[in-house]
């Protein structure tokens, strides 16, 4: 889509909501296009990437559910909520998160009034290295800061502050799921106007510390078989998936209404 003509028009597609599980999931065709029209018209969002090891945790976390359930825009990040939707009669595709944050800076850094992006996360070093990456893969993208995710305690007030002052209009965050979901909300109010967004190990891809799975395995849904390949000592946090699908299956024969009313 021309660009030109993109910022000319008003997105009036409003994110649908369906239920998966109890926690909202939002359909709609164009996440990207909805994201650059909230950003163009300084409207503060949160985003949370949805898959089934965070929906599962959310059920024996109250605090994070109610996150989730508030959310501005609830993506279906992983296989399992693509499954679940399937068993309700509803095709859609995987807006993995990784995918949706690179789709937003690129299509920013080509508007004739570019936002600007802070990354927040990741270890030392790793987040400068990410800077660099997306100053080569987008230029015209605004790069407002960037700060690694083992600050000390003492330091994080002058660091709010920092981010107060500058008010980037994308906030790309990387603590690992429930950590960045509980600092976004709680810091939220510093930058009103700006598109918040849960990265999890993006940043880690981002600067090459981490590779994602072949794109065979992710088209075929089997991008959980070469995490745990990486990182074997993730084998009792994936105990989740078969743990999400046997509650899918269950829901589903128990729950008729699929859209959150």
């Known amino acids: 889509m021309n660009v030109r003509l993109f910022e000319q028009q008003d997105i009036s597609q409003t994110p649908r909501p369906i239920s998966v599980l109890g926690l909202p999931v939002h359909l709609m065709d164009d996440y990207v296009g909805w994201l650059v029209s909230r950003l163009q018209q300084k409207l503060g969002t949160q985003v949370v990437t949805l898959n089934a090891e965070m929906t599962m945790q959310a ?15 609830v993506v279906p990040d992983g296989s399992g909520i693509v499954f679940y939707c399937w068993l309700q009669g509803i095709r859609l595709q995987r807006s993995p998160g990784i995918e949706l944050a ?21 270890a030392p070093g790793v987040v400068d290295q990410v800077v660099r990456e997306w100053q080569q893969r987008a230029p015209g993208l605004r790069i407002a800061g960037c700060q690694h995710g083992y600050l000390a ?10 981010l107060k002052s500058l008010q980037p209009s994308i906030i790309l ?28 190990g993006s940043l880690d891809i981002w600067a090459g510390t981490k590779s994602r799975a ?23 946090r994936m105990l989740a998936l078969p743990q999400f699908a046997w509650r899918a299956l269950l829901y589903r024969l128990t729950q008729r209404g699929s859209v959150i009313q």
Not at 59 to 66: G, Q, S, Y
Not at 174 to 200: D, F, H, K, M
Request: hydrophobic letters at 40%.
């Open 59 to 73: 059920d024996h976390n109250p605090a994070l559910a109610r996150i989730i359930a508030q959310a501005d825009l």
């Open 153 to 162: 305690a003492a330091d994080q007030a002058e660091f709010k502050q920092t």
């Open 102 to 122: 690179e789709s937003l800076l690129c299509r920013c850094a080509q508007l004739d009034q570019p936002g600007s992006v802070f990354f927040y996360g990741g």
């Open 173 to 200: 965050v990387g603590l690992g799921v429930p950590r960045q979901e509980y600092w976004i909300t709680e810091n939220r109010s510093l930058c009103p106007n700006s598109i918040w967004i849960g990265v999890g």
């Open 214 to 236: 072949p794109a065979w395995l992710r088209n075929h849904h089997m991008e959980w078989v070469y995490r745990l390949y990486k990182e074997p000592w993730r084998w009792r």
